[in-house]
């Protein structure tokens, strides 16, 4: 069979979030590490390879078992499956498909008196044989910020897809309580994701895998 899934919900920041952009060009004075941004609005994105990366190392702790792979292409098979890999004789298509996001909510930060959607967060570093303060500004995206979210799953088997999906749940699970993005050890990047709901793009799924997915998805189902 084929089908495509999309997979569809909101990140929303629950601290200050920072996904690093390119400085190489930053003026005297500028922030010293700037969080990326879309080209066209200026405004924050999560990157999908950033989501995409994260949830797959969360996932390789909790699924390769007994050893730590040394690259995501030796991850446990349920993870090639779904990630896919590029190991020379084993090349696997990944199922899952991660896009960018962008902030939504730019208005509601507005109304709630955030001015801008991002903050300067200074910091100092401090050399401990000398006592001498190296500062820094690092640039967050603020608390509230909502990045609504889209994945494509790709259906080859109904089996399967149950199986993806208690992954994919976990995965979930996993990021909510750990970090996206840098300096997670120091309070950064904590996200909460919420109103995921599952719709058939392409082809079709039978109407029971689908609400099993979804109850898997929601916890209501193991």
Do not use: W
């Not at 400085?23 to 390879?49: E, H, L, Q, Y």
């Not at 044989?129 to 080859?156: C, D, H, S, W």
């Not at 999906?165 to 994701?193: A, H, M, P, V």
Request: proline share 3%; glycine share 10%; net charge negative.
């Amino acid at each position: 069979m084929f089908a495509k899934v999309e997979i569809s919900g909101m990140i929303e920041t629950v601290t200050g979030l920072h996904i690093g952009g390119s400085s190489a060009f930053s003026a005297i004075g500028a922030v010293d590490s700037p969080v990326i941004k879309d080209a066209r609005t200026n405004r924050p994105m999560i990157p999908g390879s950033s989501l995409k990366g994260k949830m797959r190392s969360l996932l390789a702790k909790k699924y390769n078992e007994g050893y730590v792979a040394s690259t995501p292409d030796d991850d446990a098979d349920c993870l090639t499956r779904l990630f896919g890999s590029a190991k020379k004789g084993h090349v696997r298509v990944g199922k899952i498909l991660f896009t960018d996001m962008f902030i939504e909510n730019v208005d509601e930060l507005k109304r709630a008196g955030v001015v801008g959607q991002t903050e300067i967060k200074f910091e100092n570093s401090i050399t401990r044989t000398t006592a001498v303060a190296n500062p820094r500004q690092i640039e967050r995206v603020v608390r509230g910020a909502k990045f609504p979210m889209q994945l494509i799953y790709e259906v080859t088997s109904e089996e399967e897809m149950l199986q993806d999906f208690k992954i994919l749940k976990d995965g979930f699970q996993l990021l909510e309580y750990d970090y996206l993005g840098g300096s997670g050890s120091r309070g950064y990047g904590r996200i909460k994701i919420s109103d995921i709901e599952l719709c058939v793009v392409i082809g079709d799924v039978s109407d029971d895998v689908l609400d099993e997915c979804q109850e898997i998805l929601n916890g209501e189902r193991e």
